[in-house]
């Protein structure tokens, strides 16, 4: 850590940026502007093989993301409130250590298929591929070492489009279990407007499944807070896909109408967190896929809205992707330490991360998650900011 914090020092002064330090962690300060700055490179630890972790801090339209090359991690998300102060809004750890020992995927990318895979068997063209079981009886988020678990390869970028990171990863062919050697590029860009937009594209060498999603636990008041029970949410969907106690969707797609799965309107995530609905005891609150009644679209189109009102903070979420997994923070238990060194209880985050459906590969009515060889796997999700 001590290493970790005079090596960054070092290399914030030589960006020419103030060096921080802030709970214990040294930081590069952005100059406060809300116009784009080239990314800035820094050291934020080494693995226990010796590989150089590096955190890459952006910002463009007033929105500050530090993202690492370990797992493609936004360690960091800065929004305004309404009165201009900033805040993290996203949860995760102030060291390398924490995300390789604890990590519950906070801010992670997730692949090579985001969400749970039955027993993680799948059956394509008539041969059956074994993956890696990491959760319960079931593949969740890729297996044992997924992409969350992977370093890197990033490159910065300006141009029209914004200030950015293109984050390079190369899955071999068995890796995890799954075929075909997968070559995965995904691009953050931070807008002139402060959007964060996410990018995925993979290519195949041989027949796959592919589901690339993106981690991050919000808290809009701030990650350490507390509850995120008081924020708005709403999700354009009327049905969801109910699951069994392994939170493997049965198949059945059920309407939301009359149940607490119900966010078409926005309502706080507390109102109905506790009304003792089968599906909610099974996944001790909130962890289901909804089914975006837009579809799968050529652009990405709205998803959802969540609202914090005590802050004002806000987010909407706009993607592609036919589905989206709402998961309310049940697991964090209050062991694990969060950035700014307050402990996460239950409650204390949300993810909403956009997707095809859970178990697509098993479930021939669900969207296909198939990738082919010549094919491009391409989807994108836009996040964009309020107060
Ligand atoms: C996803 C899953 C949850 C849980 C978290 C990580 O969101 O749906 O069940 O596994 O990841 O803790």
Not at 108 to 133: C, E, H, M, P
Not at 157 to 184: I, N
Not at 187 to 204: K, N, Q, S
Request: hydrophobic fraction near 30%; glycine fraction near 12%; include cysteine.
């Amino acid at each position: 850590m001590e290493l970790n914090r005079r090596t960054v020092i070092a290399s914030a002064a030589a960006a020419g940026l103030a060096a921080t330090t802030l709970g214990g962690t040294a930081e590069a300060t952005p100059a406060g502007s809300s116009k784009g700055r080239k990314p800035v490179k820094e050291l934020f630890g080494t693995l226990a093989d010796g590989t150089k972790v590096h955190r890459w801090s952006l910002e463009n339209g007033g929105t500050r993301l530090k993202v690492l090359s370990y797992g493609g991690i936004v360690q960091s998300l800065e929004i305004p409130d309404r009165r201009g102060r900033y805040a993290n809004v996203s949860a995760g750890f102030d060291n390398l250590d924490d995300y390789v020992a604890s990590s519950p995927y906070f801010g992670a990318l997730i692949g090579r298929y985001g969400n749970r895979i039955g027993k993680g068997q799948f059956t394509l063209d008539g041969k059956s591929y074994q993956l890696s079981v990491n959760d319960g009886d079931n593949s969740l988020h890729g297996g044992a070492k997924g992409f969350d678990k992977r370093v890197w390869d990033v490159e910065p970028f300006t141009d029209s489009s914004g200030v950015g990171l293109h984050l390079h990863y190369t899955s071999v062919d068995g890796e995890m279990g799954y075929p075909g050697t997968l070559k995965v590029k995904v691009t953050y860009t931070l807008t002139r407007h402060g959007d964060w937009i996410i990018d995925y594209e993979a290519t195949t060498d041989k027949a796959t499944v592919v589901n690339l999603t993106s981690h991050v636990y919000w808290n809009l008041g701030g990650e350490g807070s507390g509850t995120i029970e008081d924020h708005e949410l709403q999700i354009a969907a009327t049905r969801y896909t109910p699951t069994d106690s392994g939170l493997i969707p049965t198949g059945e797609l059920a309407k939301v109408a009359g149940t607490p799965f119900d966010f078409r309107h926005s309502k706080p995530i507390g109102r109905d967190i506790r009304a003792g609905h089968e599906q909610q005891v099974m996944a001790k609150g909130f962890d289901h896929n909804w089914v975006l009644d837009k579809g799968i679209t050529a652009k990405p189109e709205h998803a959802a809205t969540l609202r914090d009102p005590s802050s004002g903070r806000s987010l909407k979420i706009a993607t592609n992707e036919p589905g989206l997994q709402f998961y309310s923070g049940n697991f964090l238990d209050g062991t694990l330490t969060g950035t700014s060194g307050r402990v996460y209880r239950q409650g204390d985050a949300l993810c909403l991360e956009t997707q095809h459906f859970p178990d697509a590969p098993n479930h021939p009515s669900f969207p296909s998650t198939v990738l082919r060889p010549g094919q491009v796997y391409r989807t994108r999700t836009v996040h964009t900011f309020g107060s």
